[in-house]
């Protein structure tokens, strides 16, 4: 009965349009005054201890990193980098996208602000060229999710704060499956794309790619410094987080001049009110996490799903459809922040890596942004790109498709994910 209370105020505030952090607050409202516990000051402190959590900071600074970069050049110049390799190619403006989105993956960790970024360079490029516009929209879109799976990731600090598990332990784990989806994408892409009749880019000489390496140098040399310093213990998550964003500045402001002391404010206002949203989600779905813990929901959905306990990877598949299923309607950081207090004990009793089952699950929640009825990446290429949302949709099936088939592997094949994150450990 408590479940039916649980889900039934949750999507019923949800169905009548309340917003989501609201609906997490009416929901644990609803399950205090059902167990006979209500009080105003539960719901008080944990909305206080849910976003006084330094790991949290680390939320902002990237969000401000991605913003810096898009408008300090950073972002042009890494596609114009990815031109000069493979533009030539056929369909090389596809496989530039790819390109660009691990590179741009590993800077900001913002699905909607790569994608957005991809799409308004790239979508006038390809259109020029003779490419299928839909398609390449939702070829973008399925590049930019890719961002909150290669660190720094957004996704995984929050799964992290959640479910807690170590934010370094995430981020090196997410590389290799992050770097598995691209290369999903590209055999898509070749795929759907070979009988194509588009203009190809001119190939460009050694000594033209090594110019356009020099101008992207500095872009490029970001993801070393972040990886590399949690890689070695030098700094945190939190720390590397704020390194990024300084670090954007300066490039932006110094080196590239492409960032005026009159963007700032733009940029600070935007950062600030993204990473507001965020939070005060995270504040707020810590209310209902602290009673589905108090209300021994997971032991009640785990004795549900008890002759699959002894099967992890019968167990896997199960649980990310339900995954995959909540995703299409809510955006990332709900579906993690509502689900991941629920799964977590199940997943321990199953004896399932936390870092691996976090990992797939990011790996899901991103597979949900270019999924209807919701898809707020679809939503951001359609936008950009001028493409009609219904054609984005069908433009977006063989890629969906490719990162369905990479998480299928992943579950099939844990070791993808243990053993490469075995050997970063070092």
Known sequence: MTILVFLASLLGAMAIGVPVAFALMFCGIVLMTYMGIFNTQIVAQNMIEGANTFTLLAIPFFMLAGELMNRGGLSKRIIDFAISFVG?????????????????????????????????????????????????????????????????????????????????????????????????????????????????????????????????GWALLMPVIILGGIRFG???????????????????????????????????????????????????????????????????????????????????????????????????APTILILTPVLMPIIKQAGIDPIYFGVLFVMNTCIGLITPPVGIVLNVVSGVARVPLGKVIGGVAPFFLAHAAVLLLLILFPQLVLVPLQWLRG
């Not at 600090?157 to 290369?183: D, E």
């Open 88 to 216: 030539h190619r056929k369909g090389g403006l596809g496989v530039v996208a790819i390109v660009a989105a691990v590179i741009m993956a590993s800077l900001s960790g913002s699905a909607a602000a790569d994608t957005a970024a991809l799409a308004a360079i790239l979508i006038p490029m390809m259109r020029r060229a003779g490419y299928n516009v839909p398609r390449s929209a939702g070829l973008i879109a399925g590049g930019g999710i890719i961002a909150p799976v290669i660190p720094p990731s957004i996704a995984f600090i929050i799964f992290g704060v959640a479910a807690n598990v170590s934010i370094t332990q995430l981020f090196l784990a997410g590389i290799f499956p992050g770097l598995l989806m691209a290369v999903g994408l590209f055999i898509a892409w070749q795929i759907v794309a070979r009988k194509d009749d588009v203009a190809t880019l001119p190939r460009q000489s050694w000594a033209e790619r090594g110019r356009a390496t020099v101008r992207a």
């Open 234 to 332: 030098i700094f945190t998550p939190t720390e590397a987080a704020v390194i990024a964003a300084v670090y954007a500045l300066f490039v932006g402001m110094f080196i590239y001049r492409e960032l005026k002391i009159s963007d700032l404010y733009g940029v600070l206002l935007s950062a600030a009110k993204t990473t507001s949203v965020v939070l005060f989600l995270v504040a707020a779905a810590l209310v209902s996490a602290w009673l589905i813990t108090s209300a021994n929901i997971p032991a009640e959905i785990g004795g549900m799903i008890q002759p699959l306990i002894d099967r992890p990877i019968l167990l896997m598949l199960v649980i990310m459809l339900l995954v995959l299923v909540v995703g299409t309607a809510l955006d990332l």
